[in-house]
């Protein structure tokens, strides 16, 4: 009984392709519409704090008066409502998650100050999660 | 009458997927009494909504649950749009009966996974989740992620989904369609299967009906309730019948749960065929004001939402009755009778989401 149910889908699986992708000797393909992480453009943005008030997650931090935009990426869902309410066009989505933090921060949580995180080197106009001399 | 001995089940359990905690008096083997105690995972999700923005909100909604989240996604704005009296368009409506339809399906083949997984059968295990994979490519290439969607918006949509895209769902669900076939076969016909699960957690119709059982449970004892037979939500232009077994055991309601998933694949090539060309949203203006209530079917059965709103930016209260925490008193009831090794079995067969029943 168990080899007449069972035998074709257990020969496509000892002959067929792993369902797995072999990373990271195979770099996993994202699609165009995966929403990976927030990229931010400077040259365009007006400090007027809208995507700060509206993110639900709160992961987003303007200072108009010393023109600073900041996202904590490990709070931010990616859920894509600042770039809908940004009306300067200034963020937009990748498709490549943020960058992992490679680094153990002294009570990274519970700082104020630091949850903004600083710029991540290599991703050019991002900034998030990691530190300088990570 | 012999010794009684007090198990504690959970809710950090190896073969318990969600946490909840059960108190199972014992006498030698065989289970006498099963006290439940929830609670481990409380999140405060329904007292969020004094905080937040009501748009901001659909994000947080999503998040009640991981496995239905479009569906809560779905509820939420649903709700709110009865507040608003605003009614989405069709493509719109067809398009959350597609993801609905979709969530449903990959909801299922991880229980199905679960469940091989809880009578010790680990290849059934991977090949269930192996097809559940081809649905979370899906919701990555439509809606950009795998299990949050972040697709439904009060009013409508974020996202349409392209023709050439849809005929492409339909080519993959029309290709699974013989995989399923197969671990279908595996689940209703293999003789272990089938040794674990026939008669196993016998229910009547009545006492379904009676402790409120909701979803696959209901249904595998022969009631015929569906809330996607309301003729709401673009349901009404399909062609659909609710999945009913009558045996009213595991076996019957692993049979519902496999059904079901062709069904869904039935669903969805409907929806796509009729889904017309438009607009995905009707712009909702102000602040909400009154009260809704919406009755939805999840993949584990009735889900209530309740909204009630005061002319703010922010919701007043929000309520979500999961169909969880409608099948804790169907299991209740099961367990009382069994053997300690049914447990697992009995637990994972009310397809128990305890994140959700928490909020
Ligand atoms: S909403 Fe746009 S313009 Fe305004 S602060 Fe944010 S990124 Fe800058
Ligand atoms: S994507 Fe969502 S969570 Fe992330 S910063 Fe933007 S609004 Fe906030």
């Known amino acids: 009984m168990g080899l007449g149910v069972m035998g074709k889908t257990v ?16 770099k996993k393909e994202f699609y165009p519409t995966t929403r990976g992480s927030i990229l931010y453009d400077e040259s365009t943005c007006n400090y007027c704090t809208l995507c700060a008030k509206r993110c639900p997650s709160q ?3 303007v200072d108009r008066a010393e023109k600073v935009w900041r996202i904590d990426r490990k709070r931010c869902l990616t ?56 | 009458m012999g010794k009684r001995t007090v198990v504690p089940f959970g809710p950090q359990h190896p073969v318990l997927p969600e946490p909840i905690h059960l108190d199972l008096v014992l006498e030698d083997e065989k289970v006498v009494e099963a006290i439940p105690s929830i609670g ?13 923005d009501y748009q901001e909100m659909a994000y947080v909604s999503e998040r009640i649950c991981g496995i239905c989240s479009f569906v809560h996604g779905h509820g939420y ?26 969530s449903r399906m990959h909801s299922h083949l991880l229980w199905l996974g679960l469940m ?39 009013g409508g949509l974020w996202r349409d989904v392209p023709e050439d895209m849809l005929k492409k769902i339909v080519e993959t669900l029309e290709g699974m369609e013989g995989e399923l076939q197969e671990l279908a076969n595996v689940f209703l016909k293999d003789y272990t299967v089938q040794k674990r699960t026939q008669g196993l957690g016998k229910m009547s119709a009545e006492e379904a009906f009676e402790c409120g059982a909701m979803g696959p449970m209901l249904r595998g004892s022969g009631v015929a309730m569906d809330m996607r037979g309301l003729g709401q939500s673009g349901y009404e232009h399909l062609k659909f019948d609710p999945v009913v077994e009558q045996g009213g ?11 079901e998933v062709f069904q869904s694949i039935d669903l969805i090539k409907q929806a796509i065929g009729l889904m017309p060309e438009g607009s995905i949203e009707n712009k909702v203006k102000g602040s909400p004001e009154g009260e809704c209530l919406v009755r939805m079917e999840q993949p584990r059965g009735q889900v209530i939402y309740y909204a009630k709103a005061n002319g703010t930016r922010h919701l007043e209260r929000f309520r979500v009755r999961t169909p969880t925490f409608a099948n804790i008193m169907p299991l209740l009831n099961m367990l009382p009778g069994c053997d300690l090794a049914d447990v697992p079995i009995l637990v994972l067969t009310i397809d128990p989401c305890i994140s959700c029943t928490e909020r």
């Open chain 1, 11 to 26: 020969m496509r699986n000892l002959f067929g392709k792993p369902a797995t992708v072999m990373y990271p000797v195979v």
């Open chain 1, 59 to 61: 992961a987003i931090t």
């Open chain 1, 79 to 134: 859920c894509n409502f600042c770039i809908s309410v940004c009306n300067k066009d200034s963020l937009s989505c990748v498709q490549e998650y943020a960058a992992p933090v490679v680094k153990e921060f002294d009570s990274w949580l519970f700082q104020a100050e630091r949850i903004a995180g600083e710029k991540i080197e290599g991703l050019e106009g991002q900034e998030g999660f990691s530190d300088k001399d990570a």
């Open chain 2, 40 to 52: 481990f995972v409380h999140r405060g999700l329904e007292k969020l909504v004094e905080k937040r």
């Open chain 2, 77 to 102: 704005c649903e709700t709110l749009e009865g507040l608003f009296q605003v009614e989405v368009p069709d493509r719109a409506k067809f398009l959350r009966i597609m993801w609905g339809e979709l």
């Open chain 2, 116 to 154: 091989a997984d809880a009578f010790g059968f680990e290849s059934l295990f991977m090949q269930a989740w192996r097809l559940r994979e081809k649905i979370l490519d899906i919701f990555e290439q439509t809606t950009g992620g795998r299990i949050i969607h972040s697709v439904c918006k009060v």
């Open chain 2, 249 to 259: 055991d595991c076996y019957a309601r692993t049979n519902v749960r496999i059904r």
